[in-house]
């Protein structure tokens, strides 16, 4: 693959006519998924939120509500968008259903790379026509599109959380993604006010890799008692301009979910300073998991 064709700069193609995005499945509907479909209806298109499960569902587009009546409350969003975001957003358990009709199809399920495979391979029967986006933050666009039949047509579209206000995009180009589909990610990022980067299909890509890193040392750093969780945050936050510190993101993202990406670096780079300290296994064992679970590095509500 020409790299030089997906990155910022490169020679893209113009985007043919008739290849806007109007219409969006997004698939699973936690945290992340519930985000995507969030801000893609507040840019105006009509999405499907497909999960396996009504119930699930329904917790989705309650936590989309309290999103968007935040988003008013704060003077950011008006309250004839909230009203005509939720408007648009539509749920399904049928995946086939949900997928049909979809200009773009965004898979926000597990990191599991067989799961994701399945599902790809299903979403592309039910709409040959669609871009493949996955949210994944560490495995292979590429193993991704194996079973697709059209991998041309896949690209991740790696979201941040909380998705409403974090404003990066990372997209991964696979190996045999086609330079049309990474200019439509890319245009479909800038419509929903992200700041795109694009990057080659390599293990943690750009975001994940350098975040892990820095993770990982600074939960070796809490277990070598360098100093408090609070205090190596603040050292980032205040010495490095960092938003917020590695500890903090990392209970909002899920120790969990960072250590399994961590260990899927370790093993994929052949990479010591990626794998877990004792103190982040032993927290997980402990299902001391973040903000979800209410106790990580910090204590949450």
Known sequence: MDFARAIPGGRLPAMAEGTSINTVAVLGSGTMGAGIAQVCALAGCD?????????????????????LQKGVDKGKVAEAERDAALARIHTGVDLGAAASGA???????PEDLEL?????KEVAAAA????LGTNTSSLSITAIAADATRPERVIGMHFFNPVPVMKLLEVVVGQRTSAETTALARSFGERLGKEVVVVRDTPGFASSRLGIC???????MVEQEVASPADIDRAMVFGYGHPMGPLRLTDLVGLDVRMAIAEHLARTLDAPHFEPPALLQRMVAER??????????????
């Open 214 to 220: 820095t993770a990982m040392e600074a939960i070796r």
């Open 116 to 120: 994701k495979r399945r599902i790809f």
């Open 103 to 109: 200009d773009l199809v965004i898979e926000a399920v």
């Open 128 to 131: 040959p026509e669609a871009l």
């Open 47 to 67: 999405v499907v939120l497909y999960d396996i499960d009504a119930a699930l569902l329904d917790r989705a587009l309650e936590r989309i509500g309290k999103s």
């Open 288 to 301: 001391k998991l973040g903000r979800k679970s209410g106790q990580g590095f910090y204590e949450w509500e």
